[in-house]
C-alpha cells in the first residue's frame, strides 16, 4: 500500500473511533426522565436509590395531603394533583417522561387507575409498586370488610373506635357509623372541625411504637379499631396493639388493581427498570406513540 493509501486509511480509522467515542458519549449524556408517584416508604427508598443515577432525571410526586412532606436530596419533589386525568396526561406530555412508576399508597384506587390507563394510552413503560398486604395471625381478632358501608352492621352503636383510614373519607365513616364515638388520626391536623359531632382528630407522625399505640387506645377507651390493609412494617404496631389489648379489628380490604405490571418491592421494581429497552423520544401525543420495551425474557 502506498503512503498516501496509508495515511487515508489511518485518517479513516481515527475519525471512527472519535465518533464512537462521540456516540457513547452522546448515548450517556441522553437522560431519561421517571416519574415517580410516591406517598410511601417504597416511593421513598426508589426515590433515594434513583436519585444518584446518572442515568435517569427522577420527579418524585405527591399529593401534598402533609404540610411539610418528606422530599429526597437530589431529586426534584413536585406536590399537588395532577387536576384530573388530562391534566396528567398533559404532565406526562409537557415534562418528556419517560418512565410512570406508580408507589402510591394501596387505597389510592383512583390515581393508579388513571396512571394506568393514561401510561398505556401514551405507550410509556409503568410499573405499580405495592407492598403485601398484611394477614392475620394468631391472636387476631379480625373481621374482614369490602365497603365502608358494611361497617353499620359490624361495628356496636356504643363503641369508642379508632379510625385508623386517614382524613378523606372520615366524613364517609362518620355517616355510616352514627352513635359511636369516633377518632381519627391524621398526620397534620385540618383547618376544618370533624365532619360529624360524633368524631375528633388527633395528631401523628409515624412511626409508632407498639407501645404508645396500647397508651393511646387505654386513654381513649377504645374498643374497636378500624384499618386499612395497608401493608408494611411502619403501620403495623396499631395491628400488636390491638392483639395486646383483644380489640376486634375491622380491616378493609384493598380495591382491586388494574390490568397493568405489578411488583411488591423496590427491589423488583429497580430489576424490572433495567429490563426496559428504550426506543425514540419521551410521551407524546402522537397517534403511534412511543415507549420502551421489555427484553425478552
Known amino acids: 500500500m502506498s503512503s498516501t493509501g496509508l495515511d487515508r486509511s489511518l485518517g479513516m480509522l481515527k475519525r471512527d473511533e472519535s465518533s464512537g467515542r462521540n ?4 448515548a450517556h449524556a441522553f437522560v431519561r426522565s421517571i416519574l415517580i408517584l410516591g406517598g410511601t416508604i417504597e416511593a421513598r427508598n426508589l426515590a433515594e ?5 446518572e442515568r435517569f432525571r427522577t420527579t418524585y410526586s405527591l399529593a401534598g395531603l402533609t404540610r411539610v412532606p ?9 406536590k399537588g394533583g395532577f387536576n384530573g386525568e388530562q391534566g396528567f396526561r ?4 409537557s415534562s418528556g417522561t419517560d418512565v410512570v412508576i406508580d408507589a402510591t399508597h394501596p387505597f389510592a384506587e383512583r ?12 405507550r ?7 407492598r403485601p398486604p398484611w394477614a392475620q395471625g394468631p391472636g387476631d381478632d379480625w373481621h374482614p370488610v369490602a365497603e365502608v358501608e358494611d361497617l353499620a352492621q359490624l361495628v356496636p352503636e356504643d363503641a369508642s373506635v379508632f379510625l385508623a383510614t386517614g382524613r378523606k373519607r372520615a366524613g364517609d365513616f362518620a355517616s355510616v357509623l352514627p352513635g359511636r364515638c369516633l377518632l381519627c388520626r391524621v398526620i397534620d391536623l385540618p383547618d376544618q372541625p370533624f365532619p360529624a359531632s360524633n368524631g375528633n382528630w388527633v ?21 374497636w379499631l378500624v384499618a386499612r390493609n395497608s401493608g408494611g412494617r411502619m403501620a403495623e404496631s396499631k395491628l400488636e396493639a390491638a392483639r395486646i389489648l383483644g380489640l376486634p379489628v375491622a380491616m378493609l380490604e384493598r380495591p382491586p388493581l388494574p390490568n397493568c405490571k405489578v411488583v411488591e418491592s423496590v427491589e423488583a421494581c429497580l430489576e424490572w427498570l433495567s429490563t ?3 426506543e425514540g423520544t419521551a410521551a407524546t401525543e402522537s397517534p403511534m406513540g412511543r415507549v420502551g420495551t421489555r427484553e425478552s425474557q
Do not use: K, N, W, Y
Request: hydrophobic share 45%; glycine share 8%; proline share 5%.
Open 203 to 223: 395528631a401523628g407522625r409515624p412511626p409508632f411504637s407498639v407501645e404508645s399505640e396500647v397508651e393511646l387506645f387505654q386513654r381513649e377507651g377504645i374498643d
Open 124 to 130: 410509556l413503560p409503568h410499573i405499580v409498586v405495592q
Open 23 to 26: 456516540a457513547a458519549a452522546r
Open 111 to 122: 390515581m393508579t387507575e388513571t396512571a394506568c390507563r393514561v401510561s398505556r394510552c401514551l
Open 70 to 78: 418528606m422530599t429526597v436530596g437530589g431529586t426534584e419533589v413536585r
Open 276 to 278: 426496559i429497552r428504550f
Open 49 to 53: 436509590e434513583l436519585a444518584g443515577d
Open 90 to 93: 398533559d404532565f406526562l406530555v
